[in-house]
């Protein structure tokens, strides 16, 4: 390595020179050292002070400057020299090069600039600060004919998406095309991975998403479902899986999918509706997500009910009840639940069968299917006769108070008290209410009015009052070792409670004077001055509700 030093001094001189024969001879030695040992090589650099003049060498005008670039791609592979290559303000004349007419320097440059900032979100930031997405974007559309410099600008694009900060200035440029177009000539699987790397991250802003739609990428995602749907080649597994998630990605923008919904009568919706009953699980499962992500507005959801498409997924999850996938399961129940919220689709949905299908998957222990059957269910409840008929199936309420104490998964045991709750407040049936005393689901719906939501309190309070009133008798033992009570006095003299927690709280009290057990319990607790504070409540239904609450406090006692 002394010819290396050797090299060095000699470098220090012809740099400040400029004598371009004898600095050209330097810089080739110091690549062919680097291409030997690059590490010791990039140390020996760091020592010799050298970096520092290589800021002055990256001039557009020099020969040499694609050869000091790739010098300090080099280097800055090693992790230790990235932050010398910054101080010795290397980025800034890297960038400004980035403008270059020179393929080769625009290479070197791209390489030297991607290697230094390797892995430091703040070096990538500052990179977008100074304007190098819409450069590099302008960079791909002049030069898509070099296949090493449009690989650069991908890897570029690939590290840049992952930063939130860029996704605003790539919105701005014609990316969305240009990927698209180069997407079109690939035949290569690597070489369409490679796209996929960046049009992913892309895809997750709104305005991107729209753009790609309108570029045409959804075309070539269905062309390559088309082509690779039959295929067992790993290549060809994993293009299909890449292409028919990052469809799934564009639908979750709301004007993307509704300019793909096109009133129902899209091309790529109705190709979107064909993979459900494929047999392909990746298919299967992109479709019935699809789907959910089109039913996330009124118009979309009575449409396609109206043509269908609950019977097809009804189809596809009795395909998956025994030893099913989960995902599919999941996907399929949460495209239901969508369906299932505008009012009009409800009783056709009950009719055809839903919750027939639905309650296979009761003995499901995933949390994710468990979630999504609960979802569903509470949605499609609103009518009585199915809120009844439900409420008296005993194997659902008993799983149902199971999941209630699933404290491990707060999205379940949520979903599994709201429809407890719903049972009764939807059927306001004494036959629903004695299935979950017998149950044990009294203990559930107390500590639900206890929830940090305000909305879940009073769906817990509103069923627990139509308890008191249809069944008191029943549930009184339930409720009392439930402390319930103690907790409406709680929630009656805390003031951050909501109006209608007061108020339902109120009506609970009353009803409880037909039981001598909790009656006493609420004397013991001297209700009279919480609930005589409350007659100047701001609500009226609540300053209401509390004169009428100490009448019948006071005649009582």
Same mark, same amino acid.
Not at 121 to 149: D, E, R, Y
């Given at each position: 390595?002394?010819?290396?030093?050797?090299?060095?001094?000699?470098?220090?001189?012809?740099?400040?020179?400029?004598?371009?024969?004898?600095?050209?001879?330097?810089?080739?030695?110091?690549?062919?050292?680097?291409?030997?040992?690059?590490?010791?090589?990039?140390?020996?650099?760091?020592?010799?002070?050298?970096?520092?003049?290589?800021?002055?060498?990256?001039?557009?005008?020099?020969?040499?400057?694609?050869?000091?670039?790739?010098?300090?791609?080099?280097?800055?592979?090693?992790?230790?020299?990235?932050?010398?290559?910054?101080?010795? &303000?290397? +980025?800034?004349? !890297? /960038?400004? @090069? =980035?403008?270059?007419?020179? #393929?080769? *320097?625009? %290479?070197?440059?791209?390489?030297?600039?991607?290697?230094?900032?390797?892995?430091?979100?703040?070096?990538?930031?500052?990179?977008?600060?100074? &304007?190098? +997405?819409?450069? !590099? /974007?302008? @960079? =791909?559309?002049?030069?898509? #004919?070099? *296949?090493? %410099?449009?690989?650069?600008?991908?890897?570029?694009?690939?590290?840049?998406?992952?930063?939130?900060?860029?996704?605003?200035?790539?919105?701005?440029?014609? +990316?969305?095309?240009?990927?698209?177009? =180069?997407?079109?000539?690939?035949?290569?699987?690597?070489?369409?991975?490679?796209?996929?790397?960046?049009?992913?991250?892309?895809?997750?802003?709104?305005?991107?998403?729209?753009?790609?739609?309108?570029?045409?990428?959804?075309?070539?995602?269905?062309?390559?479902?088309?082509?690779?749907?039959?295929?067992?080649?790993?290549?060809?597994?994993?293009?299909?899986?890449?292409?028919?998630?990052?469809?799934?990605?564009?639908?979750?923008?709301?004007?993307?999918?509704?300019?793909?919904?096109?009133?129902?009568?899209?091309?790529?919706?109705?190709?979107?509706?064909?993979?459900?009953?494929?047999?392909?699980?990746?298919?299967?499962?992109?479709?019935?997500?699809?789907?959910?992500?089109?039913?996330?507005?009124?118009?979309?959801?009575?449409?396609?009910?109206?043509?269908?498409?609950?019977?097809?997924?009804?189809?596809?999850?009795?395909?998956?009840?025994?030893?099913?996938?989960?995902?599919?399961?999941?996907?399929?129940?949460?495209?239901?639940?969508?369906?299932?919220?505008?009012?009009?689709?409800?009783?056709?949905?009950?009719?055809?069968?839903?919750?027939?299908?639905?309650?296979?998957?009761?003995?499901?222990?995933?949390?994710?299917?468990?979630?999504?059957?609960?979802?569903?269910?509470?949605?499609?409840?609103?009518?009585?006769?199915?809120?009844?008929?439900?409420?008296?199936?005993?194997?659902?309420?008993?799983?149902?108070?199971?999941?209630?104490?699933?404290?491990?998964?707060?999205?379940?045991?949520?979903?599994?008290?709201?429809?407890?709750?719903?049972?009764?407040?939807?059927?306001?049936?004494?036959?629903?209410?004695?299935?979950?005393?017998?149950?044990?689901?009294?203990?559930?719906?107390?500590?639900?009015?206890?929830?940090?939501?305000?909305?879940?309190?009073?769906?817990?309070?509103?069923?627990?009052?139509?308890?008191?009133?249809?069944?008191?008798?029943?549930?009184?033992?339930?409720?009392?070792?439930?402390?319930?009570?103690?907790?409406?006095?709680?929630?009656?003299?805390?003031?951050?409670?909501?109006?209608?927690?007061?108020?339902?709280?109120?009506?609970?009290?009353?009803?409880?004077?037909?039981?001598?057990?909790?009656?006493?319990?609420?004397?013991?607790?001297?209700?009279?001055?919480?609930?005589?504070?409350?007659?100047?409540?701001?609500?009226?239904?609540?300053?209401?509700?509390?004169?009428?609450?100490?009448?019948?406090?006071?005649?009582?006692?």
């Amino acid at each position: 390595m002394d010819n290396l030093s050797d090299t060095l001094k000699k470098l220090k001189i012809t740099a400040v020179d400029r004598t371009e024969d004898s600095l050209d001879g330097c810089l080739d030695c110091l690549l062919q050292a680097l291409a030997q040992n690059n590490t010791e090589t990039s140390e020996k650099i760091q020592g010799s002070g050298i970096l520092q003049l290589f800021a002055s060498l990256l001039s557009p005008q020099s020969s040499c400057t694609a050869k000091v670039a790739n010098i300090i791609a080099e280097v800055a592979k090693n992790e230790f020299m990235r932050i010398p290559c910054v101080d010795a &303000g290397l +980025i800034s004349p !890297l /960038v400004q @090069l =980035l403008n270059s007419k020179d #393929q080769e *320097v625009l %290479l070197q440059t791209g390489r030297a600039l991607g290697n230094i900032c390797y892995d430091s979100h703040s070096l990538q930031a500052q990179l977008i600060n100074m &304007g190098v +997405i819409p450069t !590099l /974007v302008k @960079l =791909l559309g002049i030069h898509c #004919q070099n *296949v090493a %410099l449009t690989e650069m600008c991908l890897v570029a694009f690939g590290n840049l998406a992952e930063l939130e900060s860029s996704k605003e200035q790539f919105a701005s440029t014609n +990316i969305a095309e240009e990927l698209v177009k =180069l997407f079109k000539k690939q035949i290569e699987h690597d070489k369409k991975e490679m796209i996929f790397e960046v049009l992913a991250p892309l895809a997750e802003n709104d305005a991107i998403k729209l753009q790609l739609v309108e570029a045409g990428l959804v075309e070539c995602l269905l062309e390559i479902v088309q082509q690779k749907v039959d295929s067992d080649k790993e290549d060809d597994i994993a293009e299909l899986k890449t292409a028919s998630d990052l469809m799934v990605l564009l639908l979750l923008g709301d004007e993307s999918m509704q300019k793909l919904f096109e009133g129902g009568k899209g091309n790529v919706f109705q190709r979107v509706l064909s993979w459900i009953p494929s047999n392909n699980h990746q298919l299967q499962l992109a479709g019935a997500l699809a789907i959910a992500n089109f039913a996330r507005n009124d118009g979309n959801c009575i449409h396609m009910v109206e043509n269908g498409i609950v019977e097809k997924l009804m189809d596809l999850l009795d395909r998956h009840v025994e030893d099913g996938n989960v995902t599919v399961q999941h996907a399929a129940l949460s495209a239901l639940r969508n369906l299932a919220i505008p009012v009009i689709n409800k009783a056709k949905m009950l009719s055809s069968g839903v919750t027939e299908t639905v309650l296979k998957f009761l003995k499901s222990e995933m949390p994710p299917v468990q979630f999504k059957l609960l979802g569903t269910l509470r949605m499609l409840i609103d009518a009585q006769e199915a809120a009844e008929q439900l409420g008296k199936n005993v194997k659902l309420v008993e799983r149902l108070v199971e999941w209630c104490e699933a404290k491990d998964h707060a999205g379940v045991m949520g979903e599994s008290n709201r429809l407890l709750s719903a049972l009764i407040r939807h059927s306001k049936s004494k036959d629903v209410i004695k299935t979950i005393v017998q149950s044990g689901g009294i203990k559930h719906l107390v500590t639900m009015a206890t929830s940090e939501h305000v909305i879940m309190q009073n769906e817990a309070l509103v069923a627990l009052a139509l308890i008191s009133a249809l069944e008191l008798g029943t549930a009184e033992k339930d409720l009392e070792s439930a402390k319930l009570v103690q907790i409406l006095h709680k929630l009656l003299a805390d003031e951050r409670s909501a109006p209608e927690i007061k108020y339902n709280s109120m009506v609970l009290i009353c009803a409880f004077m037909g039981s001598d057990a909790l009656y006493k319990e609420v004397q013991d607790l001297a209700f009279l001055d919480v609930v005589s504070k409350l007659r100047s409540h701001e609500n009226k239904s609540v300053a209401q509700q509390a004169s009428l609450t100490e009448q019948r406090l006071t005649v009582e006692s």
